[in-house]
């Protein structure tokens, strides 16, 4: 078979829509997953053993099972008990709330580096707590937790695909679709080539990143 | 719910299949993963280039449209692979990348000492690195294998997209025909999870036989001590011999 680059050409559009579409996926996700994956991380912390047992337990047991499973899981069993979502919006939850348990086992780590001393400052400071959180701990955990949740970052971005299995026109979807129309495989090659464009400058970006904060 | 015989005839085997991809991409995953991460600390450049470009491209890939790209691509080069080892292909490849990380960095984390014992020895690179920096890498490298290998079986729930018949092939085919959507999901998602266990709690045994390795009595050690002393009084006795003369 030979490489024809008019089909390129054809799919360079469509293309496009997915590119713009997986960019979405991994923004809105990647902020779904930092911002729940703290509540995790704090809720998992707590003194309360009803806060911190179920969120351990749920946290362990999406941590465990496969994202793809996850996503038929709220794209065809979650419409039967409350609202019925696009392909999209069910892909970003899903690829946020998987994520979501990663970087909390990130927080976790960072807030454990923070020395104790520092909480036993903030108590003897009688700070309340979320002031200790806010400008105590959280501050000293960032920068630990940079690099790490950077390469989670990049990590979602290789597992954005999985959206198009639910039938989101992601990078993926586009070439998928593409493909079984023309009967050609030039879409997926390109695709492939593009993830690699993506995430090459991405790590090389989180190790540059890493050696100037974590020290 | 399910009817027993759609369980029989679709989701044990599905059961046994995803365990079959686990194991076989976890076994060519580990010769890939030990491959690379050695070439990627090479003597010579050309070697140390290419396990880069390898890691680089193989770790910047997404799984998922390598598998499409081996399933359907590949077909029209030339090159016909049957889906489950299209999968295991795209799996082994990925994680393999995946590991060498682990692999270069457990023996780049050996103390550099001892690495220059084994040279002071004379003791070939070969050597060095199964009697010397193996033995005390490969307990550090033990807990984020596991780790992996969780990752990649929850990662064989793609191989269902290219027609691998596994466990959630069978769900999705179950769906398909009956709407049951909740027990079927349900049931898959605790599969994987207790299959998940069963290979964190299998990688906790080998886990402790790794660290009880380094712990143990010299003269229980048959392998490096043994050959080490050995060694040594091979050196002695050829030093000792050039100061008598």
Same mark, same amino acid.
């Given at each position: ?215 | ?62 799984? @998922? ?55 002071? @020895? ?68 605790? @599969? ?54």
């Amino acid at each position: 078979m030979n490489w024809d680059w008019q089909v390129v050409d054809d799919f360079m559009p469509r293309f496009w829509d997915g590119v713009l579409v997986t960019l979405q996926a991994l923004a809105i996700g990647t902020l779904i997953a930092f911002a729940l994956g703290l509540v995790w991380a704090m809720a998992q912390r707590s003194t309360l053993v009803w806060v911190r047992w179920p969120v351990i337990a749920f946290t362990e047991f999406i941590r465990n099972t496969p994202l793809l499973v996850q996503l038929f899981f709220l794209f065809y069993v979650v419409p039967n008990f409350g609202p019925s979502m696009s392909p999209l919006t069910t892909g970003i939850i899903g690829l946020g709330l998987h994520y979501s348990t990663y970087t909390a086992e990130v927080y976790r780590a960072g807030i454990d580096g923070v020395p104790v001393g520092q909480w036993e400052a903030a108590t003897a400071l009688n700070l309340p707590k979320g002031r200790t959180w806010r400008a105590v701990i959280l501050p000293q955990a960032i920068r630990r937790v940079v690099p790490p949740l950077g390469n989670y970052v990049v990590a979602m971005l290789k597992d954005s695909p999985m959206i198009a299995t639910i039938g989101a026109f992601d990078m993926l979807g586009e070439a998928q679709a593409f493909s079984n129309e023309t009967f050609t495989t030039e879409a997926i090659t390109v695709v492939g080539v593009a993830f690699i464009v993506i995430a090459y400058p991405a790590s090389l970006l989180i190790r540059a990143l890493e050696r100037r904060l974590v020290r | 719910m399910m009817s027993s015989e759609f369980f029989t005839t679709w989701f044990l085997p599905g059961i046994w299949i995803t365990i079959q991809v686990t194991l076989y991409s976890a076994a060519l995953g580990a010769v890939i993963a030990f491959g690379i991460g050695l070439a990627r600390d090479s003597r010579f450049w050309i070697v140390r280039f290419l396990a880069g470009v390898y890691f680089e491209i193989f770790r910047g890939m997404s799984a @998922l449209v390598l598998m499409f790209w081996m399933f359907f691509a590949l077909p029209f080069f030339g090159w016909q692979l049957v889906p489950m080892w299209a999968g295991v292909s795209a799996l082994g490849l990925t994680y393999g990348a995946y590991g060498s990380e682990i692999v270069r960095g457990s023996l780049a984390a050996v103390a550099p000492a001892q690495k220059e014992a084994g040279i002071a @020895l004379n003791f070939t690179r070969w050597q060095r690195l199964r009697l010397i920096e193996m033995p005390q890498a490969w307990p550090e490298m033990v807990p984020p294998f596991n780790n992996l290998l969780v990752e990649l079986l929850k990662g064989t729930a793609l191989v269902s997209v290219i027609t691998v018949a596994d466990m959630t092939f069978a769900g999705n085919l179950l769906r398909l025909g009956t709407n049951e959507t909740t027990p079927i999901y349900t049931l898959l998602l605790v @599969l994987y999870f207790v299959l998940a266990f069963l290979i964190t709690r299998g990688m906790r045994l080998v886990e402790r036989k790794a660290k009880a390795g380094i712990g143990q009595q010299p003269e229980k050690r048959g392998g490096i001590t043994a050959k080490l002393s050995a060694r040594g009084e091979a050196l002695q006795a050829s030093t000792g011999s050039a100061g008598g003369k």
